[in-house]
């Protein structure tokens, strides 16, 4: 593998996780999956607490503004199986969560029963965080060297540090400085990018920003970072002209930290 020497002025790395230090799979055949086999567990277990009252209402509240937006809406079956009003309105709720996830809904009211159902599956070892090998060794080398580490990804900060706190490797959650999902803006926007150097306080150009989607090295180029873009197995195949314009790594043991102390 070749070596990659990253800019001597480079102060930070920022991170993407899907497809860069985590398999592109882990959401879609472990963290959803989860969800749709659980749900109905989860909600009968917790349905009489403040918790998970709020996060019905807040889901109910959504389908509401679905219907007013005229958008599609989930049907429902009348379930004869089912007996107690409990059960049918559990019912009800697994049919609109599913159907939101089908139709890979953002919203805040799915992300927030996702990511309260993720904490119990990371807290009782049920899900281990995936993170590629060669991740956890080239982040504390890089720290070694005086450089900062964050985050930046789709998903919940909440879900990011669950992922890290109960992965493969152990608690990793310390190795960052800092961690940012899409509240400071969508990862193909250059703003975005703009606002982390902000927030990090360094010049955008003193960042280095890896990830696998060429739309999100596109944005982060626009604003000034350096861009490294990560290939995985599974991740989307990047085109003739993507692959020549960015520098291409597999592995984050490939980064050299040239002409640094
Ligand atoms: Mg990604």
Redesign the pocket.
Known sequence: MASVSIPACTGALLL?????TTP?TFVKDILFPYIREHLEDHLSTHWEEDECKEDVYLLKKQIEEDMKQNRACPVHVVDQTVHTDEEKAIRKVVEDVLWQMAADRKSTALKQLQGHMWRTAYASGRIKGEIYPDVVPAIKKWRERGLKVYIYSSGSVEAQKLLFRYSVEGDVVELFDGHFDTTIGAKVEAKSYERIAEKIGCQPEEITFL???AR?AKAAEEAGLNVLLVVRPGNLELTEEESAHYTLITSFSQLQLTGRA
Do not use: S
Request: hydrophobic fraction near 30%.
């Open positions: 993407d996780i899907e497809g860069t592109i990830t696998d989607v999100e």
